[in-house]
C-alpha cells in the first residue's frame, strides 16, 4: 500500500453507485470544490417559547399587557439565588406564545417595559460533531440538530445524548477492501485479536496467517486495501465507524467501535463462494470470542443460493446480523427477490434507501415484506481513498448514493446499540432497530415497517 499522507482533499465527489460491480465504481464523477461561505449552520429553539426579561418596576398590570400584545402565557419565573445576590429581583419569565417566536419578539423588543426578549435555545452537551463536513451530513442528521433534517437518521441526536459507541463493539464490513489508515478509520480500524503482524504465522489459529486486518477473499491475501478498487468499501466504512469530534472530516453512525473488514469484492466483482467464505470468517471469529455484532452487506446481484443462505443462518447462529442493501434496481422485489438482502433468515435486515426530503429514492428496491426499513442514501459524504498525482494516496471525501449507503447506517445503529445493550442478542438488536422506526408516508406499502431508521429512538 502506498504511504498515507495525512493531506486532505477539500474536493468531494459526487458519485451514483448502485452496488459494487466494476461498471459502477467507473462511473463518471462530476466534482464540487468547497466554498465556507455556502455551509449554513442554524439555532434548534424550544418552539412557541421565548424568555422576557422585563425592567425594573415594572408592575404585574404592565407585564400582563406585554404578554397580551403577543398571546402569552406565562409559564414559569426563573429567579436563582445568583440573581438575588446580584440585586436582580425580576429574574427571567418563560412565556409560551402561539405563534412564531421571532414575531413575538419583534412586537415587544421595543417596549418601554421589556429591558429584553429572546428565544429559548437549545444546547447540547460536548458529544456533537465538530468534524468540518458535518453540515453536509444530512443523513445523520435529527430534527433539533444544527442543521436539522427530520429524515435523517437521528444519529446526532444520540450523540448528544452521551451515545457514541463502545471498543467492545466489532462490526465486519464484507464488500470491497477499505482504507484502515484513512485519518477518520484509523482510530476504528480493529485487528483481529491474537493476530501478530507480518510473523508468517496464524497466531490466533483461525486458519488465515496474518490477518492483522481482515482478509482478502477476492484475492487470497491478507491485503484488505489495495487503493481506488476499495473505495465502495471505505465509504460504507465510513458510514459506519469515522471517528467522530475529532475536528477532521466526516463522523460515522458510530464514533467508537471496531471495523474489521473481509474482502471479497474486486475489480470485476465478487464471487458467490468468496461472500460464503467472508460470511463464515465472521462468524468464525464470533465463535473464537471476538464481539462481532454485525456484519455489513452494500452488494446484490445474482440468484438464490442454498449455500449461501446456509452462511447466513450460521452467522444466525451465532448472533451476528446480517444488513444488507435492498438493491437498486427501483423495483418491487416481492415478486422477484433480491439476493441476499431477500433471504428469510431471522438476522437478515433488509434496507432501502430515502432521500433528504423524506421520499423513497428513485434508484431504491422495495418490497412490503422482503424489505424491513429504509435510511438515508442519497448524496451520502463519508471517506475515500484519493491518488494524487505523485502516486500516494491521501484520506478524502466524497458523496455516494445507493442502498449500499443507506444499509451502513443500519449497521452503525446496531453497533450503537450493542454498545449500550451489552450482551444483546441479534434478535434483541434487530427488534429494536425495527421498532424505533418511524412511520414515513412515502414507505407506506414499501416495507414492513412502513418507517425509516431512527437511531436516538433506542
Known amino acids: 500500500m502506498k504511504k498515507l499522507n495525512l493531506h486532505i482533499s477539500l474536493v468531494l465527489t459526487i458519485l451514483m453507485l448502485a452496488g459494487c460491480s466494476k461498471k459502477e465504481m467507473q462511473s463518471p464523477a462530476v466534482t464540487l470544490t468547497l466554498k465556507s461561505s455556502s455551509i449554513q449552520t442554524g439555532y434548534p429553539t424550544v418552539p412557541n417559547e421565548l424568555l422576557i426579561k422585563f425592567k425594573s418596576g415594572v408592575d404585574d398590570n404592565g407585564k400582563n399587557g406585554v404578554l397580551g400584545k403577543i398571546g402569552g402565557k406565562?409559564?414559569?419565573k426563573?429567579?436563582?439565588?445568583?440573581?438575588?445576590?446580584?440585586?436582580?429581583?425580576q429574574g427571567l419569565n418563560i412565556v409560551n406564545v402561539p405563534g412564531s417566536v421571532?414575531?413575538?419578539?419583534a412586537k415587544i423588543k421595543n417596549l418601554a417595559e421589556v429591558e429584553y426578549a429572546e428565544p429559548n435555545y437549545i444546547y447540547t452537551n460536548q458529544a456533537v460533531s465538530n468534524d468540518p463536513l458535518f453540515s453536509l451530513m444530512?443523513?445523520?442528521?435529527g430534527t433539533t440538530t444544527s442543521p436539522a433534517n427530520q429524515y435523517g437518521s437521528q444519529a446526532a441526536v444520540a450523540w448528544a445524548a452521551g451515545h457514541t459507541g463502545s471498543k467492545s463493539v466489532y462490526v465486519g464490513i464484507i464488500d470491497s477492501g477499505?482504507?484502515?489508515?484513512?485519518?477518520?478509520?484509523?482510530?476504528?480500524?480493529?485487528?483481529?485479536?491474537g493476530e501478530i503482524p507480518d510473523n508468517g504465522l496464524d497466531d490466533d489459529g483461525d486458519g488465515y496467517i496474518d490477518d492483522v486486518y481482515g482478509w482478502d477473499f477476492n484475492d487470497n491475501s491478507n491485503t484488505v486495501f489495495d487503493g481506488l478498487e476499495d473505495v465502495h468499501g471505505t465509504h460504507v466504512a465510513g458510514i459506519i465507524g469515522a471517528f467522530g469530534g475529532n475536528q477532521k472530516g466526516v463522523a460515522g453512525v458510530c464514533?467508537?467501535?471496531?471495523?474489521?473488514?473481509?474482502?471479497?469484492?474486486?475489480?470485476?466483482?465478487?464471487?458467490l463462494s468468496n461472500a460464503i467464505k467472508a460470511v463464515d470468517y465472521?462468524?468464525?471469529?464470533?465463535?473464537?470470542?471476538?464481539?462481532?455484532v454485525a456484519t455489513n452487506n452494500s452488494w446484490s446481484g445474482g440468484g438464490f443460493s442454498q449455500g449461501l443462505q446456509d452462511a447466513i443462518e450460521r452467522a444466525n447462529q451465532a448472533n451476528i446480523l446480517f444488513v444488507a442493501a435492498a438493491g437498486n434496481d427501483g423495483i418491487n422485489t416481492e415478486p422477484r427477490t433480491s439476493?441476499?438482502?431477500?433471504?428469510?433468515?431471522?438476522?437478515?435486515?433488509?434496507?432501502?434507501?430515502i432521500n433528504s426530503v423524506g421520499e423513497l429514492s428513485s434508484f431504491s428496491n422495495y418490497a412490503p415484506t422482503k424489505v424491513d426499513l429504509a435510511a438515508p442514501g442519497e448524496l451520502i459524504a463519508s471517506c475515500i481513498p484519493h491518488l494524487t498525482d505523485t502516486g500516494d494516496f491521501i484520506s478524502s471525501y466524497a458523496y455516494m448514493s445507493g442502498t449500499s449507503m443507506a444499509a451502513p447506517f443500519v449497521t452503525g445503529a446496531a453497533a450503537l446499540y450493542a454498545s449500550t445493550h451489552p450482551g444483546a442478542k441479534a434478535a434483541e438488536i434487530k427488534a429494536a432497530i425495527l421498532d424505533a422506526t418511524i412511520k414515513t408516508k412515502s414507505l407506506n406499502g414499501k416495507c414492513k415497517t412502513h418507517g425509516r431508521l431512527n437511531v436516538s429512538g433506542f
Not at 421571532?102 to 419578539?105: E, G, L, S
Not at 467508537?256 to 465478487?270: D, E, I, Q, R, S
Not at 431477500?342 to 437478515?348: F, H, K, L, R, S
Open 74 to 76: 406565562h409559564k414559569e
Open 78 to 89: 426563573i429567579l436563582t439565588k445568583a440573581m438575588t445576590n446580584g440585586g436582580d429581583k
Open 102 to 105: 421571532d414575531d413575538a419578539i
Open 138 to 141: 444530512w443523513g445523520m442528521f
Open 178 to 193: 477499505y482504507m484502515y489508515d484513512h485519518e477518520d478509520l484509523n482510530h476504528n480500524a480493529a485487528t483481529v485479536p
Open 255 to 271: 464514533w467508537n467501535v471496531n471495523l474489521l473488514c473481509a474482502k471479497f469484492v474486486g475489480p470485476t466483482g465478487g464471487t
Open 282 to 292: 465472521f462468524t468464525n471469529l464470533k465463535l473464537r470470542g471476538v464481539n462481532i
Open 339 to 353: 439476493y441476499p438482502s431477500g433471504y428469510p433468515n431471522a438476522n437478515v435486515i433488509s434496507v432501502a434507501s
